[in-house]
């Protein structure tokens, strides 16, 4: 079971000896998140991520990405906590100097194991970034289809405005879950940043009825060996 410690150390030990064979950039994303469903029910959750890029040649590379979320803290006494773990390789190429495509595989232990495969991209345009994916997500008790889509754009060198639309559709009828996001990121040094979110969250499991709610983040990411690679994918699993 990945653990944030272990994910820290991990990482720390991998970006020394690739630093001079393509090590592009590394960085570990420590968030706690609040879901509130609109009718009473919270559940508080902790979510460790580290994502290291290394390219291969001056256009193709990967990405590998592992995780932790553990829930942590719930308005329901007797819910049973889970964790959910990760790892993902993004093979990306780089069809410009400021956008990267890539195909995603990924494999977490949500609902005893699902797997995605998807499509992603990363833009830059001067100062605001676009990712996007569009994924599968390959399981035996939710099979589900994916969309992803993340701004930032820098307002000052410190501060950036962040938006994010977040949507899962699960087949056979059995409804979506969708957030849509708003935040802010604030840059304390070019290797660590912190950042906080509000989410806007329709969670529907088939029925005409849908619950509205809430999901509200907050965060740090900690770049290793330099500053954090703009170009690099956030993909993160849990919803």
Do not use: W
């Amino acid at each position: 079971m990945f653990k944030p410690y272990h994910l820290a150390t991990a990482f720390s030990l991998l970006a020394a000896p690739l630093a001079a064979q393509g090590f592009e950039g590394a960085y570990l994303d420590f968030q706690y998140q609040i879901y509130n469903d609109g009718e009473g029910f919270t559940i508080d959750q902790a979510e460790a991520i580290a994502h290291a890029s290394y390219g291969i040649s001056p256009n193709f590379g990967v990405q590998i990405t592992l995780g932790h979320a553990q829930d942590v803290a719930s308005s329901d006494p007797g819910l049973e906590f889970r964790s959910t773990n990760l790892i993902a390789l993004h093979t990306y190429y780089d069809i410009a100097p400021t956008t990267r495509v890539a195909a995603l595989v990924a494999y977490d232990t949500y609902n005893d194991g699902d797997y995605l495969y998807a499509l992603e991209a990363v833009h830059i345009a001067g100062d605001l970034r676009i990712e996007g994916r569009v994924g599968r997500f390959d399981s035996a008790f939710e099979p589900a289809t994916l969309v992803d889509l993340m701004l930032s754009y820098s307002a000052t060198p410190a501060l950036d405005l962040r938006a994010a639309l977040h949507n899962v559709n699960y087949d056979d009828g059995l409804g979506f879950y969708t957030v849509a996001s708003l935040g802010l990121s604030y840059n304390v040094t070019q290797k660590i940043a912190l950042y906080a979110d509000y989410g806007f969250m329709t969670n529907n499991f088939g029925d005409p009825d849908s619950y509205n709610g809430s999901l509200i983040s907050a965060g740090v990411t900690i770049a290793l060996g330099g500053p954090r690679n703009p170009m690099m994918f956030s993909y993160s699993p849990y919803y």
